[in-house]
């Protein structure tokens, strides 16, 4: 499976920015697809998570409330909405997902894209 992430950019605070994530591959359908991102000199974090079918959806603390994720109409993309956007949450944003588990851990997602820079100005 391969996973694309796009949509990434220069924002200002406050802002509102949706960043993508396109599945392929022979098991692309069916997939529990995550957001984690990880800023400069910090530990990878978990930001949001969705179900194959888009039942259940796990928030991080930091961004409940501004962010929601979805899915695309094709089950194997998901979209990160994110709004009211701060400086804290300027990061590389991934993508993953995973065939058989779902959850807040990285390592419950064996696929992993390759990340979009989000950066956010006061």
């Known amino acids: 499976v391969q996973l694309q992430a796009s949509g990434g950019g220069l924002v200002q605070a406050g802002d509102s920015l949706r960043i993508s994530c396109s599945g392929s591959?022979?098991?692309?359908?069916?997939?529990?697809m995550a957001w984690f991102r990880q800023a400069p000199g910090k530990e990878r974090e978990f930001v949001a998570a969705?179900?194959?079918?888009?039942?259940?959806?796990l928030y991080g603390d930091a961004v409940k409330g501004r962010f929601a994720i979805s899915r695309g109409v094709d089950s194997n993309s998901a979209f990160l909405q994110m709004n009211n956007l701060n400086v804290e949450d300027t990061a590389v944003y991934y993508c993953?997902?995973?065939?058989?588990?779902?959850?807040?851990?990285?390592?419950?997602?064996?696929?992993w894209g390759q990340g979009t820079q989000v950066t956010v100005s006061s």
């Open positions: 993953a997902a995973d065939g058989t588990r779902w959850g807040i851990r990285a390592s419950m997602y064996d696929y």
């Open positions: 591959g022979r098991t692309s359908n069916n997939l529990a």
């Open positions: 969705i179900t194959w079918n888009g039942g259940r959806v």
